[in-house]
């Protein structure tokens, strides 16, 4: 198994505008999809969760970076960010519960369990989230950069 770094399919690179042929590796296994009609949602759970994949999904295809080996990723960050949105319905009902003794006295309280496992999600989202670019800062990495169509007018208009 490979160390180290993933490598970036080289529509990535372009995008980042990394054009230099050395560094291209070819096109990545598996074949780029336009529309996700095929793909089976009802693996995921909630309508929310296929929501999420459908809008990611649809991101994705509009960079054409989308391919058969992105599905399953994809999928598995959908049900996360789905389970995080029900942690933050949970949390809202009260972050902690009070614990009674035998007479009614309050002698604790008890921290709702929906907290800790929302801060154990907060890192894995926030790693797959800026490894498909749907954070901000990862989401420069594909702005597009205009490219000027003649080298002789691009050249021109530097000196304007």
Not at 11 to 39: C, S
Not at 66 to 91: G, Q
């Amino acid at each position: 198994m490979a160390k180290g770094r993933k490598l970036l399919p080289d529509k990535v690179k372009k995008l980042r505008g990394e054009k230099r042929p050395e560094r291209m590796q070819g096109d990545p296994p598996g074949e780029k999809l336009t529309t996700i009609d095929h793909v089976d949602l009802s693996v995921l759970k909630t309508q929310r969760a296929q929501d999420i994949f459908k809008q990611m999904a649809n991101y994705l295809i509009k960079w054409e970076i989308l391919t058969d080996a992105n599905i399953l990723p994809l999928a598995v960050y959908s049900s996360n960010i789905d389970l995080a949105f029900t942690c933050l319905d949970e949390m809202q009902k009260g972050l902690f519960k009070e614990r009674f003794d035998e007479n009614g006295n309050v002698i604790g309280f008890i921290e709702n369990p929906y907290v800790n496992l929302f801060n154990k999600l907060q890192p894995a989202i926030m790693r797959q989230a800026a490894e498909y670019g749907f954070t901000p800062v990862s989401s420069l990495k594909f702005a597009r950069k205009e490219e000027p169509k003649d080298e002789l007018q691009a050249l021109m208009d530097t000196f304007k």
